[in-house]
């Protein structure tokens, strides 16, 4: 099982850190990119619709 880095998130679902170039900011781009909203959710894990 291969995960890409940017796709995971800290404890209670906050972005988190992001080594590439621009940090979290990058990351969360990267994320939006793919369709993925942040907003605030009961479970970090109701974002990915588990």
Same mark, same amino acid.
Do not use: I
């Given at each position: 099982l291969i995960i890409p880095c940017h796709r995971?998130?800290?404890?209670?679902?906050?972005i988190g850190g992001? &080594? @590439?170039p621009g940090g979290a900011?990058?990351?969360l781009r990267m994320l939006e990119l793919?369709?993925?909203?942040m907003t605030p959710e009961? &479970? @970090?894990q109701l974002?990915?619709?588990f």
């Open positions: 995971v998130l800290a404890a209670g679902g906050r992001f &080594s @590439a900011a990058t990351k793919e369709g993925l909203r009961p &479970s @970090a974002a990915f619709g």
